[in-house]
């Protein structure tokens, strides 16, 4: 009975967990702004997500092709022992080419980190909420 109460916090957790790593694949992207030949990398949520719960892919989900690695990249440490693999990394397709190479559009970037800040956040808080409600039906109250 306690694991039909728990799954959907089992699924807003690893949710939870794939947004805390998407943020800091933003994140990278906007310090390498400026970074000649950089090119932006992220993740398909739904895809993650999919793979993280164990659903069915949706035969419509696709990764873009990837591009060699540069040698003045920052890389994408996994130190923080991430959800993802640099595998599953896509790179970006460049909306507004530069000069020198670099496809991060910051506007993209800003919006993608302040749209994931905020489901983030709305994410805690469903946990949080559903925290609260099973501890106040076991203490009765």
Request: aromatic share 6%; proline share 4%.
């Amino acid at each position: 009975m306690l694991a039909n109460m728990t799954s959907g916090l089992d699924f807003h957790s690893k949710a939870l967990v794939l947004r805390a790593e998407r943020q800091r694949v933003i994140a990278g992207n906007i310090a390498n702004a400026d970074t000649p030949g950089y090119a932006a990398r992220d993740f398909n949520f739904s895809q993650a997500l999919r793979d993280a719960t164990g659903a069915s892919a949706s035969p419509a989900a696709r990764q873009t092709p990837q591009a060699p690695a540069h040698n003045k990249h920052i890389a994408l440490s996994n130190a923080s022992g991430g959800a993802l693999d640099a595998q599953r990394l896509a790179y970006t397709v460049q909306s507004q080419p530069s000069l020198d190479g670099n496809s991060v559009d910051m506007d993209r970037e800003r919006a993608n980190f302040m749209d994931n800040a905020i489901r983030y956040e709305s994410t805690l808080r469903f946990i949080n909420g559903s925290a609260k409600t099973i501890l106040s039906a076991i203490q009765g109250q």
